[in-house]
């Protein structure tokens, strides 16, 4: 986050410190309501996206399985992300900090939203040359960006406005290296623990996805997203039999059969890579259920787009598209959905 944005970003953290009104909208934002309240871009205060992103009051909460290889790993999951300022949401872009906080939530490890607060998170490094995989790295005094150390001299991060999320150099010494995970408990083990983290309630014990194909990528999507990884398992086998390779009579391709137009738009250049596809299966399903508020239509529009269920005001009169939602209701049922 460097230049305009940055100092515009500084502005913003000194006032939320000195407890100040904010008196400029910055990138991202859509301006300052009445009462001197930033709104951003979705329509919500600033402060209110940063409490839902948070969770309240920053803060951390460490999971104690989770690697610095597995931050690294989370973190790439957002590469070619658009840099947006402000913005939390990686659908619409991210900024340096929130693209560091998202990398840990999807570990389960919450951390605090802006830049200068997470240079003073976990234990301090002493130097790049002890920073090891998953640590955080903080530059300038104050503190105006941040990245996540990905080994070799190099870092992941959101660079700044017109950029993307993309793996650089460490191009001048951090100012701050704070380490939030350990990769003291190796093994197996761990990797099991670090499995077992990150897999919601719901997915542990009877009932699970234990034994479905591709059953951890549905858990990492559907963490990510905020979609039922069960779901997700759903519609890979009522799609394409879990199928990685299937090609529909219509071009649709890969285990999740997204249509090479509509992966475009999500961000997948191979569908037929499981991981890329049940990820932009996962960002049309939340951005569906969003936008629908209904599981049946969700799977409608998912079938047959979104245009034709708002032309229809429902499940649209097509006979592929009228089998398919209580298809997959049933796959889903018989996972324990």
Not at 69 to 83: F, I, M, N, R, W
Not at 128 to 133: C, G, S, V
Not at 201 to 207: D, E, F, I, K
């Amino acid at each position: 986050m460097r230049g305009v944005a940055g100092v515009l970003n500084r502005i913003q953290e000194l006032q939320g410190q000195l407890g100040l009104t904010p008196v400029s909208s910055a990138p991202g934002t859509t301006g300052t309501a009445a009462n001197g309240t930033v709104t951003t871009a979705g329509g919500s205060t600033f402060a209110s996206a940063l409490a839902s992103a948070t969770g309240g009051a920053p803060s951390m909460r460490l999971n104690s399985a989770a690697t610095g290889q597995s931050v690294v790993d989370a973190a790439k999951k957002y590469l070619g992300t658009p840099y947006v300022f402000g913005s939390t949401d990686p659908d619409k872009g991210l900024d340096c900090s929130s693209l560091v906080q998202r990398a840990f939530a999807d570990l389960g490890i919450k951390v605090p939203r802006l830049s200068y607060q997470q240079a003073k998170v976990g234990e301090a490094v002493p130097n790049l040359a002890q920073a090891k995989p998953g640590d955080i790295l903080a530059f300038d005094s104050p503190v105006d960006h941040v990245a996540i150390y990905v080994g070799d001299n190099k870092m992941i991060a959101a660079p700044k406005p017109g950029d993307q999320v993309k793996i650089q150099s460490v191009y001048e010494k951090p100012t701050h290296i704070r380490r939030v995970v350990s990769d003291a408990d190796t093994g197996a083990v761990a990797a099991q623990n670090a499995a077992a983290a990150v897999r919601p309630a719901s997915l542990r014990g009877g009932g699970s996805l234990e034994g479905v194909p591709y059953a951890d990528l549905f858990v990492q999507a559907g963490n990510r997203y905020g979609v039922s990884p069960k779901l997700l398992a759903a519609v890979a086998k009522v799609e394409s039999g879990y199928n990685p390779e299937a090609v529909s009579k219509v071009g649709a391709q890969g285990l999740m059969q997204i249509m090479p137009s509509t992966a475009k738009g999500l961000g997948v250049k191979n569908a037929f890579d499981p991981e890329q596809a049940i990820n932009g299966a996962a960002k049309l399903l939340a951005r569906n259920l969003r936008e629908f508020k209904s599981l049946p239509l969700a799977l409608a529009a998912y079938n047959a787009g979104g245009g034709a269920v708002h032309k229809y005001g429902g499940i649209p009169p097509f006979s592929e598209t009228q089998a398919y939602v209580p298809k997959v209701q049933k796959a889903l049922a018989a996972l324990g959905g």
